[in-house]
Each structure stands twice: as structure tokens, then as C-alpha cells.
């Protein structure tokens, strides 16, 4: 489960492997507020953030496709042009610079990679092999930090190149 905030109120946003949906439920009633058709089986959600007043959920589904989603309205906002079919996690999406990125680690045999994309049209910013995985990635503009037992790594990004 994913926690964030739908109109000032708290947000559990869980998956279902029954019907291959994302759920939105409100923490305080315990009612469903919002359901996402994701189109393909197996969604997991993996990140959420309120950007500009817009809550936003980053899922990858069975078919591989990162997905963001605007959580009030429960259209697609956009999918990254390229299928990752390596475990990715944590994924996270906030802003830097003025525009939305979205932040994510995929897992490797010795260690892993970071990658960052701008959320607009999914151009990847970076992408830099690391010798550890990591447990924690953090979105402080100008700033992008993932750490690990072994220490913390925090890059500055400029999403405007």
C-alpha cells in the first residue's frame, strides 16, 4: 500500500491482482473514492507525490510500461516509451527545476541503476550504473538522493538540458 492525499484527506492506494485495477481508499470513511483502470494485469504501485496540487501515482504493471496517473481524475498522464522487465524499486515522482521527474532504481545481480526521467515526455536526465542497491530514494529540489546502508549518494539535476 501507497499512502498520499486526495483533497485534503488521507489515501491508501493498493492493486489488485483480481480485477488488475488500482484502488484509492479513503483512510478516514474506509470507502473506495477512485478506481484506475490500468488497462493490463498485475499493476503495483510503486510511488506517489502531490505535484502543483495534483496527486500523482507511478505504477508498473505486467506489461512492464511505467505508468503516472493524476489520482483525481484517474486519467493516464503519460508511459515511458520503453518496457524495463528488471525489478524496479523504489520509484519515486516530485519536483525539480519546475518540472515533474520521476525517480527510479533498477536492481542488478551486483549493485544497480539509477535512472531519471522528465515526467513531460520521458527524455532520461541520467542514468548511472551504482555498485550497491538501495533502500531510499528522496526528491529535495535541486536534489535527488538515494541511499543505502552503505551511505548516501545526492545528485543535483537540471531536468531543463
Known amino acids: 500500500m501507497i499512502l498520499t492525499a486526495l483533497e485534503g484527506g488521507p489515501v491508501g492506494i493498493i492493486q489488485t491482482e483480481k480485477d488488475g485495477n488500482i484502488h484509492a481508499y479513503d483512510m478516514i470513511k474506509g470507502c473506495l473514492l477512485r478506481e484506475i483502470h490500468a488497462g493490463t494485469p498485475l499493476p503495483s504501485v ?76 520521458w527524455y532520461e536526465l541520467l542514468a548511472i550504473s551504482l555498485p550497491f542497491n538501495n533502500d531510499a530514494i528522496s526528491i529535495q529540489d535541486p536534489f535527488v538522493c538515494v541511499g543505502s546502508e552503505k551511505g548516501i549518494l545526492c545528485l543535483c539535476v537540471n531536468p531543463s538540458l
Open 46 to 121: 510503486i510511488g506517489a507525490n502531490i505535484i502543483k496540487d495534483t496527486p500523482i501515482i507511478i505504477s508498473i504493471c505486467s506489461d512492464f510500461f511505467i505508468r503516472a496517473w493524476d489520482l483525481s481524475t484517474g486519467k493516464l498522464l503519460s508511459e515511458s516509451p520503453t518496457q524495463y522487465d528488471c525489478c524496479i524499486n523504489p520509484i519515486v515522482v516530485g519536483e525539480v527545476g519546475g518540472h515533474n521527474i520521476v525517480v527510479a532504481f533498477e536492481l542488478g545481480d551486483d549493485g544497480g541503476m539509477i535512472r531519471i526521467w522528465r515526467l513531460s515526455d
